[in-house]
């Protein structure tokens, strides 16, 4: 092909040959430095051969230890092993491109299926359900942990502003006086109602306003997925 194949560039990541079997190799980057060449292979056929080398010492006399020349990353050859499925024989596949596209396209796995009804994917499935689940369940512990109206973190906040005023009166002395006790939900403390006026405006100004950010961000929500 006239080192058509050699002929590498952006948007030529493979070469300009016309025959797609057709890969430039070149030396290795240490004999390089003695004389620069290139050469127009069959890309299997040189990457089939069992024997490999790192030097061109290495091989028989008139041989050269060549590799695929690969000056960009969306144009590299790739020589792969696998064995099919119940299968015991090594079989070689050799691809030319972009080795992202390969990564997302070509799933590799060390297990084997004991019988032959299992799917191949099917522990690539599992594990990818049991990622949803962890990210759900941080999500709805992220989301629950919110100081807004009934959520388990309106309840911590409330725990918290009247433990810090407790704390308060402890330390100046004061003593606890508390209300005659109200009717309280399963979970709740005594202490929860002992805010005085600025914990009270606290609590009610937090639990206000988180309560009506995620009603905003649930119904953002809810429109952009309708549109």
């Excluded at 590799?67 to 144009?75: E, I, K, L, N």
């Excluded at 696998?82 to 390969?102: D, F, I, K, Q, T």
């Excluded at 590799?108 to 019988?115: A, T, Y």
């Excluded at 009506?212 to 429109?223: K, N, R, T």
Aim: proline share 5%; hydrophobic share 45%; charged share 20%.
């Amino acid at each position: 092909d006239d080192g058509l194949c050699c002929e590498m560039s952006a948007r030529f990541p493979l070469g300009e040959s016309p025959d797609a079997a057709i890969f430039c190799f070149e030396m290795f980057a240490r004999e390089r430095l003695e004389r620069a060449q290139s050469w127009c292979f069959d890309l299997r056929a040189v990457l089939a051969q069992s024997a490999r080398c790192r030097t061109s010492r290495e091989c028989l006399r008139g041989d050269v230890c060549v590799v695929p020349r690969a000056p960009y990353a969306s144009g590299r050859a790739l020589r792969l092993y696998y064995r099919a499925p119940g299968s015991r024989r090594e079989e070689m596949l050799v691809y030319a491109g972009s080795p992202a596209e390969l990564w997302l396209e070509v799933q590799v796995s060390s297990l084997e299926p004991r019988f032959a009804w299992l799917p191949l994917a099917l522990p690539a499935g599992v594990e990818t359900l049991l990622q949803y689940v962890l990210s759900f369940s941080l999500a709805f512990c992220l989301l629950n942990a919110l100081p807004a109206w009934h959520l388990d973190g309106n309840l911590a906040l409330k725990l918290l502003i009247a433990g810090s005023r407790r704390r308060q009166q402890a330390d100046a002395g004061v003593a606890d006086k508390q209300a005659a006790p109200e009717p309280q939900a399963d979970g709740e403390d005594d202490a929860a109602n002992d805010l005085g006026s600025r914990g009270q405006l606290l609590y009610t100004v937090v639990g206000t306003s988180t309560t009506v950010l995620l009603v905003w961000c649930a119904a953002g929500s809810i429109l952009l997925l309708a549109l």
